[in-house]
């Protein structure tokens, strides 16, 4: 198992900024390597959205929901992942959680984990 610790989240106004943070570890074990995390969102009764992904090598993908507003960087030696986010508007209130995939920890390997997530809350 891996456990997320995200934090970054909480309420602007319309145009405001968060970065989000999110490091990873293993619940047991030593956390070996992550070949590509990101970051998703969720609304109420919806499904997540994924928002961007990194890869271990630093190759970025954004969907439309997160491209030109929103930046994807991560410290692959610490397994930490950030979410940069600009020009917030009301849309992104959601919650907002990192996730993983292909997670090699000392005990298994893992296909895929996300976090508990954080609140994102733009106020017009």
């Known amino acids: 198992q891996v456990q997320f610790a995200e934090s970054g989240g909480g309420s602007v106004q319309t145009g405001g900024s968060l970065r989000l943070s999110c490091a990873a570890s293993?619940?047991?074990?030593?956390?070996?390597?992550?070949?590509?995390m990101g970051w998703d969102r969720q609304y109420p009764g919806q499904m997540r959205e994924v928002l961007a992904t990194i890869t271990r090598d630093g190759t970025t993908m954004y969907t439309n929901a997160a491209r030109g507003r929103f930046t994807i960087s991560r410290d692959g030696g610490k397994n930490e992942v950030y979410l940069q986010m600009t020009d917030l508007n009301p849309s992104d209130t959601a919650v907002y959680s990192c996730a993983a995939e292909g997670i090699t920890t000392s005990e298994k390997l893992i296909p895929t984990a996300w976090g508990q997530g954080t609140q994102v809350t733009v106020s017009s």
């Open positions: 293993p619940v047991s074990g030593s956390l070996l390597s992550i070949y590509q």
